[in-house]
């Protein structure tokens, strides 16, 4: 019997989006944790609430919680509704063909991949927060 959500089998490791999934949203949450620390938010209650490295963890878990939903909302929206090609550009004149809706789910990582990466961060940073705070 077929299964109605295939597992695909990746056939290439595509780096930009396992650079996207896996150290952007570290990059951003360092940047955002030192921003707000910058701003003084640290010195209310809350901010004293934890350590650095909690306070800076938080930031890490809300970063990757919303890389994984984002993922998780697009194989979703793919499955149900067709989805869209990949490759979107503003200037469509000047951007490349767009691949194929499956040569995007046989490359490592696909929507699958990047919800279960992010959310697995995600659950580790939870776990060091619990032990750290």
Do not use: K
């Amino acid at each position: 019997m077929p299964s109605l959500f295939p597992v695909p089998t990746a056939r290439r490791v595509d780096s930009q989006r396992l650079l996207s999934v896996a150290l952007i949203p570290l990059a951003a949450s360092i940047a955002m944790a030192s921003t707000v620390a910058a701003t003084g938010f640290t010195a209310s209650p809350l901010g004293e609430s934890t350590s650095t490295l909690g306070f800076l963890l938080d930031f890490t878990t809300f970063c990757y919680l919303a890389v994984a939903m984002a993922h998780l909302s697009g194989a979703i929206a793919d499955r149900t509704c067709g989805g869209m090609a990949a490759g979107l550009s503003m200037d469509e004149f000047d951007a490349p063909e767009p691949i194929s809706g499956e040569e995007f789910w046989q490359a490592f990582p696909n929507h699958v991949d990047g919800a279960a990466i992010a959310g697995a961060v995600t659950l580790l940073c939870v776990i060091a927060g619990s032990l750290v705070g």
